[in-house]
């Protein structure tokens, strides 16, 4: 797993990166924490896509801050255990 601001994390995640992953992206809201999976297929197109994951942009539905951090999952079992958080 690979959160945006942790020191496994090169600043060059990039949306192509999400796709080799091949998991949802992880986000999480700075302000108030709520988190959020994001499929792939709601992302577009992702192949050899080098635009930076910030270029997305998402709007915390619980709220309405675009103040978001990402998470990229490397195993299935990171993204059940950030799908079981809070939200």
Request: aromatic residues 8%.
């Amino acid at each position: 797993m690979f959160t945006e601001g942790s020191p496994n994390w090169s600043g060059r995640e990039n949306l192509h990166s999400v796709k080799s992953y091949g998991h949802p992206l992880g986000v999480t809201c700075a302000d108030c924490g709520h988190c959020a999976l994001v499929p792939l297929h709601k992302l577009g197109h992702l192949d050899g896509n080098m635009a930076s994951i910030k270029s997305l942009k998402l709007v915390c539905q619980a709220y309405s801050s675009r103040n978001w951090k990402a998470t990229l999952f490397a195993r299935q079992h990171e993204v059940e255990a950030f799908a079981g958080r809070p939200r």
